[in-house]
């Protein structure tokens, strides 16, 4: 379950399952993309401020399970995760580019739903196991 936590004034638990694909739905978080990915992502969230208390990739789109406070709003959420990756991993694989012909990483919609405690352990399982089919 995911651990209630003291604001000045409230009292929150605050979950969200996001999902996001490549561009085009290529496939191209594995290897050393794929694990860069997460490295940045992880990053990108400490800098905010925020947690993933799980992350799977799939070659062509990410799921995340974001623990987060009531100050943080979904959309500044996506908009740095997704903007800063996608600049940090076209500078480090600008291979990646030309596969896009030139374009952006990422698709510019995404799936987001709320996690409750019902649902938190099957959302984790359902993360952990993206790759393995």
């Not at 799980?54 to 789109?61: G, Q």
């Not at 996506?78 to 600049?87: D, E, F, Q, T, Y």
């Not at 995404?110 to 405690?117: K, L, Q, W």
């Not at 993360?127 to 393995?132: P, R």
């Amino acid at each position: 379950m995911s651990e209630v936590k003291h604001g000045r004034g409230y009292v929150y638990a605050i979950q969200y399952h996001i999902v996001w694909c490549v561009k085009y739905r290529h496939q191209l978080l594995s290897g050393d993309v794929d694990k860069r990915l997460k490295e940045i992502l992880q990053q990108i969230a400490t800098d905010n401020d925020f947690t993933l208390a799980e992350i799977e990739s799939d070659l062509d789109h990410i799921h995340l399970l974001v623990d987060c406070t009531p100050q943080h709003s979904i959309p500044s959420m996506i908009k740095a995760l997704k903007g800063v990756s996608a600049r940090l991993i076209f500078k480090e694989f600008p291979q990646l580019k030309k596969q896009l012909w030139g374009g952006h990483l990422w698709n510019p919609s995404y799936f987001v739903a709320t996690v409750s405690e019902q649902t938190e352990e099957q959302i984790r399982h359902y993360i952990q196991n993206q790759k393995v089919r």
